[in-house]
Structures are given as structure tokens and as C-alpha cells.
């Protein structure tokens, strides 16, 4: 009995099967160490820091206003329709010292709306004095290196104000905070290098009726 074998059969006639595939080599899921992926440290940068705050606010408090400023044409009896503060505060170191922190006199500039005895309208420049009291949210030593930063508003508090004469008291609501600020320098951590853990193997069998922390 003849055998007929064919190229890629068995004896039997049947077609081979084809080999497997070889699996090919799965790439690493993570690196060894995390340095690789990390971006690089920035080095140094400054930063804000607040070593003393304070702040004043006024409901209604009369503030003595002069009003030298007006025109000579300008006739009594005066309304003052409108105050408001559209510049910057100005401030010096006042004579009252405080030791757990720093005392501030602040002069907070005020534009005033002033109308006469003939119905004319003028606009007249006053200033108005408060003194700031910063306490220090640190050491009382490090306070010397600090900058002051003040921000102040004042307005009309209620209707317009009715004055008689060239100097009068009016009704302000004023606000003003101040802090004392100090730049100070923070370094940027570096990245860990230490290695990350590797999975349990073989794979735990998770069984709901057994509990893994007896």
C-alpha cells in the first residue's frame, strides 16, 4: 500500500495544523523608577508672604472736611452731594507705637461734590486722616523687613450733607485694609526615585464569604 504523502500532511491525508504563533515580548507597563517621566525641578521662585494685617472699617463716622478749595464765586449755603476716594491711599509711620505690631497713619484722598447757594455744581479735592493698626500674624522681629500695602475707599454714608460754611463734619463710611508683605524664597521639591511596587502574583482569590483581615 503506497503512502501519499503531500507536502504540509500527515500520513492520514489530513492538512497539518499550523504552528502557534510565538507571543511576542509584552513592553514594561511603568518604569522602573518615576524620575524618567518626572519633569524637571524649576529650581527657586518667590512667592508672597503676609507677616502683619489689619483693618478699619467705619460705618458712619463725621470727618472734619475743609473746603478752602472752593471758587470765590461760589455762595453759602454748600451741599455736599457726593464723596468718594479715586486715588490711592497715602500713609507714614504714626507717633502711637504698638508692640505686637505696627501703627500706620493713613491719609485717604477724597473727591467731593459740592453744590452752592446758586445751584452750581464744583468739584473739590479734601483728604481725610485714619490710623491702621497691623497686627503680626509672625515674629515680631521680622516684621522690620516687610512693605506696606494699603487699599481704602470711603463715599457718602447716607443723603447729602448740608454745610453752612468752609469747614464742616461729614458722614463717611470708610474702609481700609492694610497688610504688611514680605517676599520669601521656596525651593521645589525633587522627585522621588524610589520604586514602584510591584503586583501580587499569583493574582489573590477574592472571596466574598472569607475575610482577608482575620
Not at 33 to 58: I, K
Not at 65 to 85: D, K, R, W, Y
Not at 141 to 148: A, D, L, S, T, V
Request: aromatic fraction near 6%.
Amino acid at each position: 500500500m503506497k503512502e501519499n504523502r503531500r507536502a504540509g500532511s500527515c500520513g492520514c491525508g489530513r492538512p497539518a495544523p499550523h504552528p502557534a504563533p510565538r507571543p511576542e515580548p509584552r513592553p514594561p507597563e511603568r518604569p522602573d523608577c518615576g524620575c524618567a517621566s518626572a519633569p524637571a525641578p524649576c529650581g527657586e521662585y518667590l512667592m508672597q508672604r503676609v507677616l502683619a494685617s489689619g483693618r478699619v472699617y467705619r460705618r458712619r463716622a463725621c470727618y472734619p472736611v475743609s473746603l478752602n478749595a472752593l471758587p470765590e464765586q461760589a455762595q453759602p449755603p454748600f451741599t455736599i452731594l457726593e464723596a468718594v476716594s479715586r486715588c490711592p491711599p497715602c500713609w507714614e509711620d504714626s507717633s502711637c507705637r504698638d508692640r505686637h505690631g505696627m501703627t500706620l497713619l493713613v491719609t485717604v484722598l477724597l473727591t467731593l461734590r459740592i453744590r452752592d447757594g446758586n445751584g452750581c455744581v464744583y468739584t473739590v479735592s479734601t483728604e481725610i486722616q485714619e490710623e491702621l493698626r497691623l497686627r503680626c500674624l509672625c515674629s515680631a522681629y521680622e516684621c522690620w523687613r516687610g512693605q506696606p500695602m494699603i487699599q481704602a475707599s470711603a463715599r457718602l454714608a447716607g443723603r447729602p450733607c448740608p454745610c453752612d460754611g468752609l469747614c464742616c463734619d461729614v458722614p463717611l463710611e470708610v474702609c481700609i485694609e492694610g497688610y504688611l508683605i514680605s517676599p520669601c524664597t521656596v525651593g521645589r521639591p525633587e522627585a522621588s526615585c524610589r520604586p514602584r511596587p510591584l503586583p501580587w502574583y499569583p493574582e489573590p482569590i477574592y472571596d466574598p464569604y472569607i475575610d482577608p483581615w482575620r
